[in-house]
């Protein structure tokens, strides 16, 4: 197959590896230094809908895999899918389960979607009587997208105002009760009708050890995720996943591509934490490291509305086989942070121990490797136990040396 992936993260040189690997030609657009060396980059902006369709035109694009969420927000799956192309991901309707927390929390209500308590402030004085009738940690979210860093988990009235106010300033701001648990990551393929859950990935939200910090836009994975057994997974099928897909149907928001829920196993049972209508970075890199089947063939049938039921077995991760991701990021993410830092080393790939993907690198006009984004690389390490894996992602992930680079080192140990 032709392959058009659309995207410059690290989730897209995944993708663009695995479907490469698998015989497909694969482009990127706009992909990244690391994609340039398996695929061929093609530099267009995503946002721009008619300069991707060209490019599908001229490639004679067999499948279309859409990977952020700006793109999809914006309608490029509508555009694509209207001029006759295959196309992974939903259109603009359906990708407010994603873009907009408040469609998303009326949606999760309306079906019966066990969730947060939560409350929609829409005014200073609003956010000013919340913070006032309330106590202990909150969780204030904006409701648009915010690349993972929308949301304060705060129980500082003047942290709670501030973030609150910067938010109302454009926004709605969701208002949550703090849920405890055990976090992780389901991913549900979807052709419009049938779907199949594919391995749960255990993402780390926080950058420092221990789950302290602001919200990042995840810094590791670990797939699958050791917690949760047969009867977690199936609590969460027939709680929130299955709820959701009837919801989707009534609703006529169906669609080719990936539904993710972000899930916390609370002590009362699995709640929703949000949707996203993509894959997730970084759970992707770690979670296409143990992927069984063939990655081309399901993307393609869902998008084509003709999913085997049976593909979710063969998706289903070897036993014992585990894969740990780090992400490097630059110096002060996720707060602001430079861009085109020369890269000085990085790890060799090893195929069966680690791989490393890159996000948004560069050359700069001499040709040496730069950095472009906040979260730069991720490590991915494969073993037969989820100690294995780590070990080998972190030694990979040390490999990775640019000034300022950090990663979190602990990640998969706490899961
Ligand atoms: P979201 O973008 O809604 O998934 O929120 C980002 C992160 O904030 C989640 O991955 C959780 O770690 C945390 N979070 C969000 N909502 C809650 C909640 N109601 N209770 C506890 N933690 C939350
Ligand atoms: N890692 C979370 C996300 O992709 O939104």
Known sequence: MNVLVIGSGAREHALARRL????????????????????????????????????????????????????????????????????FGPGARSARLESSKDFARAFAERHGVPRARTEVLRTESDLRDYIGRTSGKRVLKKSGLAAGKGVLESSDPGELLSFGRSVLAGDVLLAEEFLTGRELSIFAVCDGTRRVVLPACADHKKPHPGNLGPNTGGMGALCPVPFAGPDLLARIEAEVVEPTFRGIAREGLAYPGVLFLGIMAAPD????????????????QSLLAVLGGNLGDLLASAASGRLDPGAGAAAAAAPDTWACGFVAAAPGYPG??????????????????????HASTLRDASGRLVTGGGRCFTAVGLGSTPAEARENGLAAARGIRFEGAWFREDIGSTV
């Open 20 to 87: 490469g690997t698998e015989g497909n030609r694969v482009s990127c657009a706009p992909g990244n230094a690391g994609t340039a060396g398996i695929a061929d980059n093609l530099p267009l902006n995503p946002d721009d809908a008619e300069t991707v369709l060209r490019a599908c035109r001229e490639l004679g694009a067999d499948l279309v895999v859409i990977g952020p969420e700006d793109p999809l927000a914006a309608g490029l799956a509508d555009r694509l899918r209207d001029a006759g192309y295959p196309v």
């Open 269 to 284: 049972g699995p709640k929703l934490l949000e949707y996203n209508v993509r894959f997730g970075d970084p759970e992707t």
């Open 336 to 357: 602001s942070y430079p861009k085109g830092i020369p890269v000085e080393a990085l790890p060799e790939d090893n195929p069966g121990r680690s791989l490393l993907f």
